[in-house]
């Protein structure tokens, strides 16, 4: 058998020839379902690829037990189902081919595994009974660094459906591009969208990665409210949630850029109010400390109510362009590799700390996450962060205490286990403390690692010297 993914139970060959060929008697067999949304998923995912030309039926009473593909759901009365669980059996001597789920998600991943089995035309006898391990099987993806169209989109929610995978943690913002259109911020892809040639990073930003000094490669292009919505539309069909991340307040350059030249414009035509309404810096500060990619200005300011204003309205304009969709569960605001030392140069931060709004600077991050987390749960969203958003203590590695956020849920994404680094154990410190944790460790995790320990092998390889999917098992 060639199932992607180990079911849970595999419960043996039911006897017989151990193979029907579905194809070569297409014209005998018929679909019988007893749900209107599986008849509608079978037909999207499985018509075509089983090469059956299938004719629903909610009455199985009407249709011959043999030659039959039936699929249905559970009696929801049984408490002791697990979700997205199905069964999916296999049987040459009537023959029949049956899909029995807990609920809509379960019959897509039975029917997953029934196209999984597909060889030759034919599908194997067998009997599988198969519930998911882990609530939050996810596949991050950066499209900021370097930019991929809906359809490379599409190909990976593909793949991810065929395996299982229930999450698609959408890295939409970063220092090199902002990549989601937000209305009433025209410039966040008018400018944080492209990189190209121009020292004032009015018009667009400055490269990076080799994407060069023209506005035709891979540092360059976002996705429209109707693009981001297909997508959306895409992933819930494959019962996919979009986790959105928009990085904050570091790895901000591009937004941070976005909004000088949005400043600068309304300045320009006289409208001070509005030229300020949404500055994530101040104009007039002069900022010397750098990201850890080198960047001077990446850090929004903690210490301007202007940021909170871009932050809430960020947050806003994404759940409306979820809402018709598949409304907004999680709001991912990044929160890692700040660069805490720029702060320092900025007036707005110095005032903070002197009227001791802030006992100090070490902590304004916490201070920062704080109000982010306030705006999060006014708009009844899930929180999501790297851990670096809420452990900002490097010395002791305490994380900020769970209830000081009010959001209904925190999922922190622990990603810094590099064992010399000493942060190998946050994942643990984030549990004990109420959060609930992600696994997204760079040892085992991070992709654009070689695959292969061999010089030739492009890759990073500050978490491990390769990574390759041997790994994961």
């Not at 079978?42 to 011959?64: C, H, M, Q, R, Y």
């Not at 966040?188 to 490669?217: A, F, N, Q, W, Y």
């Not at 210490?303 to 809430?312: I, N, P, Q």
Request: aromatic share 10%; with cysteine; hydrophobic share 35%.
């Amino acid at each position: 058998m060639s199932i992607l993914g180990v079911p849970r139970g595999i419960l043996g060959i039911l006897g017989g020839d151990p193979w029907i060929p579905v194809r070569s008697l297409r014209n005998h067999w018929n679909v019988v379902v007893k749900n209107e949304y599986i008849s509608c998923v079978f037909i999207f995912f499985a018509s075509d690829k089983l090469g059956l030309e299938t004719k629903i039926s909610n009455d199985i009473s009407s249709v011959p037990t043999s030659n039959a593909i039936t699929l249905r759901l559970k009696d929801t009365k049984d408490d002791h189902s697990l979700s997205s669980s199905y069964k999916l059996s296999v049987n040459p001597e009537i023959p029949s081919i049956s899909v029995e789920a807990s609920d809509p998600s379960g019959a897509f991943y039975g029917i997953q595994s029934l196209l999984a089995l597909l060889e030759n035309e034919k599908v194997p006898t067998t009997e599988i009974e198969d519930y998911p391990r882990f609530p939050y099987r996810g596949m991050h993806l950066d499209v900021s660094r370097n930019f991929h169209g809906k359809h490379q989109i599409m190909k990976l929610l593909d793949i991810m459906a065929k395996y299982k995978m229930n999450k698609f943690h959408f890295h939409l913002t970063d220092d090199e591009g902002w990549r989601l259109e937000i209305p009433g911020l025209e410039e966040l892809t008018e400018v944080g969208s492209k990189r190209g040639h121009d020292l004032t990073e009015r018009t667009c930003i400055l490269p990076m990665l080799g994407s060069g000094p023209h506005l035709s490669s891979s540092g360059t292009g976002f996705y429209t409210v109707e693009d981001y919505q297909e997508i959306l539309r895409y992933a819930k069909q494959r019962h996919i949630e979009v986790i959105p991340e928009i990085d904050m307040p570091g790895h901000s350059h591009a937004a941070i850029m976005a909004m000088k030249a949005r400043y600068y414009k309304y300045k320009k035509a006289g409208d001070i109010e509005k030229a300020k309404e949404f500055l994530l810096s101040s104009v007039d500060d002069s900022l010397h400390a750098q990201s850890v990619q080198m960047y001077s200005e990446n850090s929004m300011d903690p210490g301007l109510d202007s940021t909170y204003r871009f932050v809430d309205k960020v947050v806003a304009e994404v759940q409306k362009i979820h809402e018709p969709v598949a409304p907004l569960r999680t709001f991912h605001f990044g929160g890692d590799e700040v660069p805490y030392e720029t702060w320092e140069d900025s007036e707005a931060c110095i005032a903070l700390v002197k009227d001791k709004k802030v006992k100090g600077f070490s902590k304004l991050m916490e201070y920062f996450v704080k109000r982010v987390a306030k705006i999060v749960a006014k708009h009844d969203l899930v929180m999501g962060a790297w851990q670096d958003g809420v452990i900002h203590d490097e010395v002791f590695l305490e994380p900020v205490e769970r209830k000081e956020f009010p959001n209904k849920e925190v999922h922190v994404y622990t990603w810094q286990n590099v064992w010399e680094s000493g942060l190998s154990g946050c994942a643990y410190r984030l549990a004990n403390n109420g959060y609930k944790v992600v696994m997204a460790q760079g040892t085992h995790l991070y992709f654009d690692h070689p695959y292969e320990p061999d010089p030739e092998e492009r890759g990073l390889y500050w978490a491990c010297r390769f990574c390759d999917t041997y790994q994961l098992c």
